[in-house]
């Protein structure tokens, strides 16, 4: 097949919107197709993953069927509801996509995705197809029709259809349906995970109807907890009901994307697993959550992060892995699924991820200024607690001074990075503001002498004195957007000289236009191949250090730019491609906690 023939069977990946029930979510696209779907939870094996694989990968599409139409999509304000709307010749029709979260205090969860289908205006014609394809499309299912639908067994998951619609057996196990809708009228499809031996039970108008009102209720009582009326509401908000989306309620933990493999170059090998949850997102997401004013969720965060710590007391590695799952679990095996052809062509799909058994020094760093985050926000590090921050600060102490792979997780080999020995400066000099403002015990000169020699250390073998710049690792003259964050952390004056000769090497050489490049690869060699797009978090970094440096006229257009990036619904996937497109596994947590973080600042700074 021509590559121009195989791009036509995948939607760009920016043209989905997000629902979910904080266990997990599915992607829905303009044309009414969801093509990505894990059950029960973000890293269980996909149910729908046609998009890493048209033909093969599985899916659940209700479309007009007719030609000549065309489609609009948008959220009902403030939830996280999507609503996809198709413009016919015949009439306007629309797709409602929700999933209902948990009910308070409930101690189990059903995972329904519900999709009601409406004629709005004159006649419509739908064709709906409802095509599992299990673990990633490895195991075969059986297919049976009930009374109120189908039910679809595989070995390890059972997924029952329930609708009042005539439903077609086809070849494969798949099952469709044509339903004929006038001005007014509306069917639903409600697919439900099912224990062994159930059958799909009738879900009435009235129920769903129900559901509806109750998941519109959750979402917009939890958004109006915000904190947030400034200028960017909309965007702030919309990344905000985003990271919640991506919050898998049993533990608070968040993952960094919802997807595996999607490229960050079409046709590359750089296609990772990002279901996940990463270390260092941790004093991101805490910070954006607290500046909100969502300290329950803060708290469940932190509660998962102290409670890694405590696991990993004791390890030969290190008290951290730079990831875990989403459970906690420290075993993430990378495999890659050949069957698959991935999203447009591009090999491999992945799943697992073997970066989690890299050294990556920074994650401690982001640890400890989480905590400093909570403790000044009125969550205290209790004293048990302070014992295994003592430990871990003990054992950071002792092994900081060494090469490690770096905050992009490079496959090229370990290096002296300058954004590692910055993070390993913030855990130490946030551990000791801790201390001291709660009078905790820590051996006082041993903490500072050694958070005065790493500082010590990045001003003399990170600074560049040609360059006049911090350079991205020790004994190179590479730059580095990683580097943005100096001032963010607090290392460095924002309107400091050396600063800024760093934010105006950085904006010469790494940005386009508003877009900002992590490093150039071919100057500095990370051992993967092919080329990547800009990250998308890079660019509100970048705008938020504008900001602090007081250019504030700047900071606001280059925001303003990179709101014109999202997609139609809000959404940023990682990485913005050269034409624009969005690349990467989608939507990714770190650059929507970015957002909020430069727009709330730039906002304050405009007053």
Known sequence: ????????????????????????????????????????????????????????????????????????????????????????????????????????????????????????????????????????????????????????????????????????????????????????????????????????????????????????????????????????????????????????????????????????????????????????????????????????????????????????VGRESGPLQIMYGIDGREDLPEAELPHLEGYRGSRPVRIGNGAATQLQLDVYGELMDSLYLCNKQGLPVYQDGWAEVTRTIEWLIEHWDQPDEGIWETRGGRRNYTHSRLMCWVAVERAIRIALQRGLPFDILRWMTVRDRIYRQITVRGWHPDRQAFVQHYGSDVLDASLLLMPLVKFIAPTDPRWISTLDAITAELVSDSLVYRYHADASPDGLTGQEATFSMCSFWWVEALTRAGRLDQAQLALEKMLTYANHVGLYSEEIGPTGEQLGNFPQAFTHLALISAAYNLDHALG
């Open 1 to 312: 097949m021509s590559g121009a023939a195989r791009h036509q069977r995948y939607l760009p990946i920016a043209e989905h919107g997000l629902i979910g029930d904080l266990h997990t979510v599915a992607l829905v696209g303009t044309d009414g197709t969801i093509d990505w779907y894990c059950c029960p939870r973000f890293d269980a094996p996909s149910v729908f993953a046609a998009l890493l694989d048209a033909e093969h990968g599985g899916l659940f599409r209700i479309s007009p069927d007719s030609v000549g139409w065309s489609s609009k999509q948008l959220y009902l304000p403030d939830t996280t509801i999507l609503i996809t709307r198709f413009l016919t010749p015949d009439g306007v029709g629309e797709v409602q996509d929700f999933m209902p979260p948990p009910r308070t205090g409930a101690t189990t969860h059903r995972h329904r995705l519900i999709r009601r289908v409406l004629a709005v205006r004159g006649r419509m014609h739908f064709v709906v197809d409802v095509a599992p394809r299990f673990d990633y499309a490895r195991a075969r299912h059986e297919v049976t029709l009930t009374p109120h639908g189908a039910l679809f067994r595989s070995p390890q998951l059972e997924l029952g259809l329930s609708t009042s619609c005539p439903l077609q057996v086809l070849d494969g196990g798949d099952v469709r349906a044509r339903l004929e809708l006038g001005a007014g009228e509306a069917a639903t499809f409600v697919l439900d995970r099912v224990e062994d031996g159930e059958a799909p039970v009738p879900c009435s108008d009235v129920e769903i109807a129900a559901a509806f009102d109750a998941t519109v209720a959750f979402w917009r009582g939890w958004v109006r907890r915000s904190r947030y009326g400034g200028r960017w509401r909309e965007m702030v908000h919309r990344s905000a009901l985003t990271l919640k989306l991506l919050t898998y309620a049993p533990t608070g933990a968040i993952v960094a994307a919802p997807t595996t493999s999607l490229p960050e170059e079409l046709g590359g090998a750089r296609n990772w697993d990002y279901r996940y949850t990463w270390m260092r997102d941790a004093a991101f997401s805490l910070y954006a959550l607290l500046r909100l004013g969502f300290t329950e969720e803060a708290g469940a965060f932190m509660s998962w992060l102290q409670e890694r710590v405590r696991h990993g």
